[in-house]
């Protein structure tokens, strides 16, 4: 038989869960990084409108790393300058984040030399960038126990780097580059190309001359013209086909 339900001890329950999400929205909303609040003062400088979401994940080296305005850096992110706390890296900033860069949930930027990420890039959940890589030089010393290598990591702005990539020490990644998700990149990749694979390796590219080769097999996204009103664009959406090549057809006479 079903068990009689205990309408109290259901209300109780309905009540704590309530109670535990209101909770963690509070500690969300105050537990958050910004340049106005204590925890944003150990940074080298943190631009307007910049948030770290809590929870954050491992952050070092603070006064080392510089980010820009308008950036949204997510949950379990981490950032380290230096291989470990407390060191005295000199005067200069050794991982800078430019203006309105997203850094997507759990991902990391290992700064032990420089890193720099210029502005608009996006990055996905769980992105690896390092400027450190074991060595392996000594066959009869553990691999944790070498020194590692360092060359530092340029990404330059406009990136999209997709959810699991991983950019390697020595990257220099170009202008409006699209990384595909689980690539790794090490070298050179040159502005407005598209690079995929582990090792990854360019698939598409954009050059003045030619355009995008391999040519792009859809065509490009229409924006959505300034002070159209969420009724016309309900109405859009439920054109038929036969609707809209009439529409286009007037327009083109037009």
Known sequence: MPKRKNTFSSWRQGLAQRAVHAAWSWMQRNGSVTA????GFRFGSIGEATRLAFPLGTVFGEPWIRLGSHCIIGEQVT???????????????????????VLGRGSHVIADTTVTIGSDCYFGPYVYVTSTNHSYDDPHEPIGRQWPRMEPVEIGPGCWIGTGAVILPGARIGRNVVVAAG????????????????????????????????????????????????GQLRALADLDEDAVARLAALESEG
């Open 79 to 101: 950032l380290t300058a230096g291989l470990m706390p407390d060191l005295d890296l000199g005067p200069e900033p050794i991982l800078r984040i430019g203006d309105g860069v």
């Open 183 to 230: 690539a790794v990149v090490r070298g050179t990749v040159p502005d407005h190309a598209v690079v995929a694979g582990a090792p990854a390796r360019v698939v598409r590219r954009w050059t003045p001359d030619e355009g995008w080769q391999p040519p792009l097999r859809t065509p490009a996204p229409v924006p959505i013209p300034d002070g159209m009103t969420p």
């Open 36 to 39: 106005e609040r204590p925890a």
